[in-house]
């Protein structure tokens, strides 16, 4: 799946991000404004997509002066179903919190990072996970844990899942890599505080 298309996972089509933006922004936008948003698809494109979804009762429809404003019915039997697929990403990053925050041997921080930190993933995009861990941690337990997690998210999303792991030592004032760069720039921190990460990193290579 696509956790920036959420509605990927149902439709292929233009309705999807119409629906998504709509759903999330929770507000009325006009077929110029919608584009602007959205980035994509063509103004008569997108009108035949508000028109289409009207026709079905889930957009209503308000004209405004010359213009015709559009937002999503939130009484329509469909709407709840529509919100929460438009929600997939912070859903998953909660399940992963979640996860996380129920393991014995705890992660000191972890971060969803990659194509699905940055809001680009393709629907064969992997799942970059960054995972530190104390020192002293049981690498046992450690493994057994990683690895149940890697199953959950692989049957949450279909994705493949690629754990990048360090300790703690490891990640010393003198480490620099450009994907631990990344991570701080772009990474969705889901256990920890990002800036520890930050202070861990040697100054100048942010």
């Not at 404004?33 to 008569?44: I, N, T, Y």
């Not at 799942?127 to 690895?147: K, M, Y």
Request: hydrophobic share 40%; proline share 5%; no cysteine.
């Amino acid at each position: 799946m696509q956790l920036s298309q959420p509605l990927a996972v149902v439709t292929p089509t233009l309705d999807g991000p119409v629906l998504t933006a709509l759903a999330l922004a929770d507000r009325a936008f006009t077929t110029g404004q919608l584009g602007r948003v959205l980035g994509r698809g063509s103004a008569e494109g997108i009108r035949k997509v508000l028109h289409r979804l009207t026709e079905q009762g889930v957009v209503a429809a308000e004209r405004v002066g010359p213009a015709v404003s559009y937002r999503l019915n939130h009484h329509h039997l469909a709407a709840q179903h529509i919100i929460g697929l438009a929600n997939l990403r912070s859903t998953f990053l909660s399940r992963i919190e979640q996860k996380l925050a129920g393991w014995e041997q705890r992660p000191v921080y972890a971060a969803v990072f990659g194509s699905a930190g940055r809001g680009e993933m393709r629907p064969d995009s992997d799942i970059d996970l960054l995972l530190v861990r104390a020192n002293d941690t049981d690498e046992t337990i450690w493994e057994q844990q990683v690895g149940d997690l890697v199953e959950s998210v692989v049957g949450w999303t279909g994705n493949d899942v690629r754990p990048l792991e360090y300790t703690v030592a490891e990640l010393g004032p003198s480490r620099g890599e450009p994907v631990l760069r990344e991570v701080l720039r772009t990474g969705l921190t889901i256990a920890g505080d990002r800036s520890w990460l930050g202070r861990r990193l040697r100054p100048g290579t942010v």
